[in-house]
C-alpha cells in the first residue's frame, strides 16, 4: 500500500485530494511511522480490549502498523495527559473512557490535562459495568449483599479502576441509595482489580463487561448485576441493578479514540470512517457484541453530543454522591 511524504505539507496537501476523492486513510496522509494508541489503564480492561481489536482491524485494512501502549495511573489522567500533549500529526490516539474524559475533569480541582485537547473521533464500544463477586462471597443477589453489608462491622469493600471511574461513582450511587456498608478499594486499572477480586482479596467489583465474562464461564467469579437499565444480551440471565430495587439505576463504561487538538480534520474524518468499517463488520461486530458491548455507527457529530449529554448526566450523579478525587 502507497506510503506518503514525512513532510507535514505534503502530507497535508495528500489528506485534501483523499478526503475529496474518498481514498482509504492509508492512501491520504499519515505520518510514516507506527500508530499508538495509548490505554490509560493496565492491561486486561475494556478500554484495553476495544482497543486492541482495533488497532488489528486498522493493521489489516490499512497497511499501516497500530499498536496499543498502556500508561495507566491517576484514574487515567496520566495516559490522558500523554495524548493532550503528543504531536498533532495522527501518530498517538488515545482510546478514552468514561472516567478520564468525562467524570475525572468534572471530579477534580488540579487536573493536569484540558479535555478541550483531546478530539472525539469515533465511539467503539458501551459496555454494561457488571458488578462481580468471588464464587465464596456470602451473597448472590443485589439485595442480599445490602442486607449483610449491614451486619457486619466491616460492611463489604469494593475494587475499582480508579477514583472516580464509573464503576466508583456506581458502587457509591449504590451505597447511597441503599444505605449499604461499603469501602472503596482502587486500582490503577481493571486488570489489577480484577486480580485481586479472583483472589479474593476484596469482596466485588463493578467492571466492565469483557474483562469478567469469561470468569463467568469458567465459575471462578459470579456476576450479581448489571448496571444498565435493561439486562445484556450477553448475560441474559443476570437482573439489573434496577430490577433489584433501584429503578434508574445506570452506568456503562464506554470507550473511543480520541486525537491531540490540532490534528488534521481529514485524518479524524478518515479513521471515523475507518473505525465505522470495521464496527460494520460481522466478525468484529459480533467480538464486541460477545464481550457485553453495544456497537453502534456513529460520525464524529453523533459522538461529540454523546460526550455532552455524558457530561451533564455525571454531573448530577457526582452532586449526588459528593464523590472528590482531591
Not at 481514498?23 to 476495544?50: C, E, H, M, N, Q
Not at 495511573?73 to 500533549?85: C, F, H, L, N, T
Not at 480484577?194 to 466492565?208: A, E, Q, T
Amino acid at each position: 500500500m502507497k506510503r506518503f511524504s514525512r513532510t507535514r505539507r505534503h502530507w497535508l496537501a495528500a489528506a485534501c485530494c483523499a478526503a475529496a476523492l474518498g481514498l482509504p486513510l492509508a492512501a491520504a496522509a499519515y505520518p510514516d511511522k507506527t500508530v499508538r494508541i495509548i490505554v490509560p489503564y493496565a492491561p486486561g480492561g475494556s478500554g484495553d480490549v476495544f482497543a486492541r481489536l482495533i488497532a488489528e482491524r486498522l493493521t489489516a485494512r490499512l497497511g499501516q502498523t497500530f499498536i496499543v501502549e498502556n500508561r495507566p495511573g491517576a484514574s487515567g489522567a496520566i495516559g490522558a495527559r500523554y495524548v493532550a500533549d503528543a504531536p498533532a500529526d495522527g501518530s498517538v490516539l488515545l482510546l478514552g473512557q468514561t472516567g478520564e474524559i468525562v467524570v475525572t475533569p468534572l471530579l477534580s480541582r488540579t487536573l493536569n490535562y484540558k479535555p478541550e485537547n483531546l478530539v472525539p473521533i469515533v465511539l467503539v464500544g458501551d459496555s454494561p459495568l457488571v458488578l462481580s463477586a468471588h464464587p465464596s462471597a456470602p451473597f448472590n443477589t443485589v439485595q442480599e449483599m445490602v442486607a449483610q453489608s449491614k451486619q457486619r462491622s466491616q460492611g463489604f469493600n469494593y475494587a475499582s479502576s480508579g477514583t472516580g471511574t464509573p464503576g466508583h461513582l456506581a458502587a457509591a450511587a449504590l451505597a447511597l441509595k441503599t444505605g449499604a456498608k461499603l469501602t472503596h478499594v482502587p486500582y490503577k486499572g481493571g486488570g489489577a482489580a480484577l486480580s485481586d477480586l479472583l483472589g479474593n482479596h476484596v469482596d466485588m467489583f463493578f467492571s466492565g463487561a469483557p474483562g469478567v465474562l469469561p470468569h463467568f464461564k469458567s465459575g471462578t467469579l459470579k456476576p450479581i448485576a448489571v448496571s444498565t437499565l435493561e439486562r445484556s444480551p450477553a448475560l441474559p440471565q443476570v437482573p439489573t441493578v434496577a430490577e433489584s430495587g433501584l429503578p434508574g439505576f445506570s452506568f456503562s463504561l464506554w470507550g473511543g479514540l480520541f486525537a491531540p487538538r490540532g490534528t488534521p480534520a481529514e485524518v479524524i474524518d478518515a479513521l471515523n470512517r475507518e473505525v465505522n468499517a470495521i464496527l460494520a463488520d460481522g466478525e468484529t461486530r459480533g467480538r464486541l457484541e460477545a464481550e457485553g458491548a453495544v456497537v453502534k455507527q456513529n460520525s464524529v457529530e453523533q459522538f461529540t453530543q454523546f460526550l455532552g449529554a455524558e457530561r451533564a448526566r455525571y454531573q448530577e450523579i457526582i452532586k449526588e454522591t459528593g464523590v472528590r478525587l482531591d
